[in-house]
């Protein structure tokens, strides 16, 4: 079984910063990608960002928040800069995990981490 624990979230004025972190614990063979969703009230969840051979955002966070990972620790994190009210949202991680035993690919979810910009 793999679980993924999320932390760092908080209540940041707008213009502030946090560090989100993820790490990944259990039968890992390999993790082929690693990356953060968000699901804002009344919204649905949306792609943030992720981490495979290179980095990806979304237009909404571009130049704003940056991911990266350490492989050795298996975990990735999101530095979000300059936050928005619009940013505030449940923040999720989310993992494309092999099996130490199986080559099959599984994608994981951690529980949420809740971020909210606010004065």
């Known amino acids: 079984q793999v679980q993924l624990v999320e932390s760092g979230g908080g209540l940041v004025q707008p213009g502030g910063s946090l560090r989100l972190s993820c790490v990944a614990s259990?039968?890992?063979?390999?993790?082929?990608?690693m990356g953060w969703y968000r699901q804002a009230p009344g919204k649905q969840r949306e792609w943030v960002a992720h981490?495979?051979?290179?980095?990806y955002y979304a237009d909404s966070v571009k130049g704003r928040f940056t991911i990266s990972r350490d492989n050795a620790k298996n975990t990735v994190y999101l530095q979000m800069n300059s936050l928005k009210p619009e940013d505030t949202a449940v923040y999720y991680c989310?993992?494309?995990?092999?099996?130490?035993?199986?080559?099959?690919?599984?994608?994981?979810w951690g529980q949420g981490t809740q971020v909210t910009v606010s004065s």
């Open positions: 989310n993992a494309l995990i092999r099996g130490v035993y199986s080559s099959s690919r599984l994608q994981y």
């Open positions: 259990g039968s890992i063979g390999s993790i082929d990608v």
């Open positions: 981490s495979t051979s290179g980095t």
